[in-house]
Structures are given as C-alpha cells and as structure tokens.
C-alpha cells in the first residue's frame, strides 16, 4: 500500500537557524513527488516536483532533494513568512495516479 | 492567468440538509480533482475526472455524495444529506493530463 509519512509533525524555529522536514514514501512505483506549502485557510501551493533520486530542486531559501526511500525540504536561514504547513505527496506509476498525502509539518519561524 | 476558482469559501449548514461547492479550474486543464481535507490532515481524494469521465471514484461514499463535471470544464460536488462528520474543507484542484495538479482556495463546511 502506498503510504507518505512526514516529520516532525510542528516545528519550531528562530529566524536565520536552518533545519529539514523529512518525507518517507513507500510506493509500487513513483512517477514524482510533490512538495506544496499550506497556510492557514488556503489550498496548498505548489512548490517543487521531483522525478527521480538524486535530483535536486531549489527555490528563494527552500532546497528538496529525494532518494529512493525519502525527500527531504531544506529550509536556509528562514523568516517569519515561512510559516505554514508543509506537505509531501507521492503519485505513484500504477492505478489512477492518485496523490498519496502525508499529514504535513507545521513549521513556525519566530523572529 | 487564473488560478483554480471555487465557491462559496466557507458554508453553514444543519445536518440533513443538502450542500453543493462549486470549482472552475484553471483554463485548459482537462484533469480536475476534488479532495477532502479534515483538520491536521493531507487532502484525500474523493473524485478524479478526465474531462467528462469521472476515471476514479473509489473514495468518494455513493450513498450521500455525488459530483458531475458537465462539458469537461466546471465541477459540481453535492452531498445529500449532510452529516456532522462531513464538516472539513474540500479543496478542487486541476492539472494538465496526469501532471501536476494545482488547488484552489477551498470551501470550508461546517454541519451543525
């Protein structure tokens, strides 16, 4: 069975002190990964797809990379409006194409 | 361009009583999704169209919910009667084929 799991489920950093949020992924066969950011009373946002391990994707200060088992969303030297939920969804290569949600990292930036 | 339209953003209803959302998608997007999203949860897909053709609906409960997607555009997703547990947020989103799917704003139900 397809599944998504994410860590931490909340945390918390002070402005500028980097950290990562972690995506496990089990899947038959991975046709991408999606990473989108969440916040309070809006749909998700689209932040990066990544199609195969090893490669890597980067945007303002936010860096995802994905090996076969895991991805991971680099957060460099954050400020206050990173602030949101954080999600992971895989879509796997067989069925309908689905995409399989983890319950997401709420990230707070203090400044 | 426009982003994936859906209305209304927030509904008060009693339980029993029907509800609809509306979802306009982003132009050109022939693939629409609607998703259930409860509190301190990922979305979970209720419905998939492919164009007209709902290609899976294998999560969405039959009993209560149904959904259409008349000309392949707009999107309507109804439930019939309402109960408490259905209060969350149902999000619409689009994408172009099988790719990555873009999401609207959400409507929040709350079934008192």
């Known amino acids: 069975e397809d599944q998504v799991t994410q860590s931490p489920e909340a945390l918390r950093l002070q402005e500028g002190e980097s950290s990562s949020l972690n995506c496990s992924y089990t899947v038959s066969g991975l046709r991408g990964l999606f990473w989108y950011r969440q916040d309070p009373g809006k749909g998700p946002e689209f932040l990066f797809t990544l199609y195969s391990a090893g490669e890597e994707k980067e945007k303002e200060r936010l860096k995802a990379t994905l090996t076969k088992k895991e991805s991971f969303l680099h957060i460099t030297a954050p400020k206050p409006e990173d602030s949101a939920t954080y999600l992971c969804?895989?879509?796997?290569?067989?069925?309908?194409?689905?995409?399989?949600f983890g319950t997401g990292t709420r990230l707070k930036v203090l400044a | 361009e426009a982003g994936v339209v859906q209305s209304p953003r927030y509904k008060i209803i009693e339980k029993k009583q029907p509800v609809a959302f509306w979802c306009n998608p982003i132009?050109?997007?022939?693939?629409l999704y609607w998703y259930l999203q409860n509190l301190g949860q990922g979305p979970e897909l209720l419905i998939r169209y492919e164009n007209e053709e709902a290609v899976d609906d294998s999560q969405l409960p039959k009993d209560r919910f149904s959904a259409e997607r008349l000309k392949g555009v707009d999107s309507t997703l109804k439930i019939q009667p309402a109960e408490l547990g259905d209060s969350a947020v149902y999000l619409c989103a689009s994408s172009l084929s099988s790719g990555t799917q873009y999401f609207g704003p959400g409507t929040r139900l709350t079934v008192l």
């Open positions: 969804a895989v879509q796997s290569t067989s069925g309908t194409y689905k995409y399989i």
């Open positions: 132009s050109g997007h022939n693939t």
